[in-house]
Antibody, heavy 114, light 110 residues
Framework: EVQLVESGGGLIQPGGSLRLSCAAS????????MHWVRQAPGEGLVWVSN????????YYADSVKGRFTISRDNAKNTLYLQMNSLRAEDSALYYC???????WGQGTLVTVSS | QSVLTQPPSASGTPGQRVTISCSGS????????VNWYRQLPGTAPKLLIYSNNQWPSGVPDRFSGSKSGTSASLAISGLQSEDEADYYC???????????FGTGTKVTVL
């Protein structure tokens, strides 16, 4: 069974930075597109970014473009999301998702507040 | 705000059939396959239907999807209490170069 375990969330002040990680296991990580999707408390799902298997294709939602950077380390089977210039509206549960089959992790909570 | 519009709520009694609509436009639903996700309270979403009308392994055929033009729909037949959840449609959007989710529909079993 696919395993995706997110980490790195926490409480951060506006303007700060965080790096989220997603440790993937039980599948060939380098063969899959990977996504980050977020969900603010009580709100709907919002796609954030995705990256293809070798990292050569990357897309971002307009709301995070220029502030967030997605990357992956296939040797470590790990997906990352570097989040800079954080805003209150970035507060959400961030899910790591395997593309294609759309398997989801349990999420890591990011709270941006002073 | 989302580019895919769903009704905020839907309801039915056990055994009934409930349908959820998802309205989009040519760059998203018109050009690309639609997935549906179910999110039970307090849990991560789960893929329910992919490529408009295909079932992932383990999903019962009580759930069915369809697409016509720039709209899609999810039907739940034989409604059960455990179907109480939030349901989201989603598709790639060629204009935004991003994946878009619907606004979500909360299904209540009366």
């Amino acid at each position: 069974e696919v395993q995706l375990v997110e980490s790195g969330g926490g409480l951060i002040q506006p303007g700060g930075s965080l790096r989220l990680s997603c440790a993937a296991s039980k599948f060939t990580f380098s063969s899959y597109w990977m996504h980050w999707v977020r969900q603010a408390p009580g709100e709907g799902l919002v796609w954030v970014s995705n990256i293809n298997g070798d990292g050569s294709k990357i897309y971002y939602a307009d709301s995070v473009k220029g502030r967030f950077t997605i990357s992956r380390d296939n040797a470590k089977n790990t997906l990352y999301l570097q989040m800079n210039s954080l805003r209150a509206e970035d507060s959400a549960l961030y899910y790591c998702v395997r593309g294609g089959t759309w398997d989801w992790g349990q999420g890591t909570l990011v709270t941006v507040s002073s | 705000q989302s580019v895919l519009t769903q009704p905020p709520s839907a309801s039915g009694t056990p055994g009934q059939r409930v349908t959820i609509s998802c309205s989009g436009s040519r760059p998203n639903i018109g050009n690309n396959p639609v997935n549906w996700y179910r999110q039970l309270p307090g849990t991560a979403p789960k893929l329910l239907i992919y490529s408009n009308n295909q079932w992932p392994s383990g999903v019962p055929d009580r759930f069915s999807g369809s697409k016509s033009g720039t709209s899609a729909s999810l039907a739940i037949s034989g409604l059960q209490s455990e179907d109480e959840a939030d349901y989201y449609c989603a598709a790639w959007d060629d204009s935004l170069n991003g994946y878009v989710f619907g606004t979500g529909t909360k299904v209540t079993v009366l």
